[in-house]
């Protein structure tokens, strides 16, 4: 049973690179994606990217394609989200999550998350 998720962040210049890792807690067996996820104050969270535990399929955001790479390391149950290019638009708290049994974008299909981390990236 996965029991949480931990993710890290920070602050950044525009056009900066960051990579945000994230810690799976407990047997990751029963996992089939992860994710991250973003969200600004007074909007709703936004799916990022995907990626399969068990496999290379990868969606992205339209606005990140190019820019942003997720990964994982199973040997580690860590997730990560290499971001380059960073722009001020891309300022927003980020959120990695776990799901059982779908793959996508949409928030409501993630079972775990993880206590979100800020990212800031200034002009």
């Known amino acids: 049973q996965v029991q949480r998720v931990e993710s890290g962040g920070g602050w950044v210049q525009a056009g900066g690179s960051l990579t945000l890792p994230c810690i799976v807690f407990?047997?990751?067996?029963?996992?089939?994606?992860m994710a991250w996820f973003r969200q600004v104050p007074g909007k709703e969270r936004v799916g990022v990217s995907c990626?399969?535990?068990?496999?290379?399929?990868?969606l992205y955001e339209d606005s990140v394609k190019g820019r942003f790479t997720i990964s994982r390391d199973n040997a580690k149950n860590t997730l990560y989200l290499q971001m380059n290019g960073l722009k001020p638009e891309d300022t927003a708290m980020y959120f990695c999550?776990?799901?059982?049994?779908?793959?996508?974008?949409?928030?409501?299909?993630?079972?775990?998350w993880g206590q979100g981390t800020q990212v800031t990236v200034s002009s």
């Open positions: 990626i399969r535990w068990n496999g290379d399929s990868t």
């Open positions: 407990g047997s990751t067996s029963e996992l089939l994606t």
């Open positions: 999550a776990a799901a059982r049994l779908a793959y996508g974008l949409a928030p409501d299909a993630y079972t775990y």
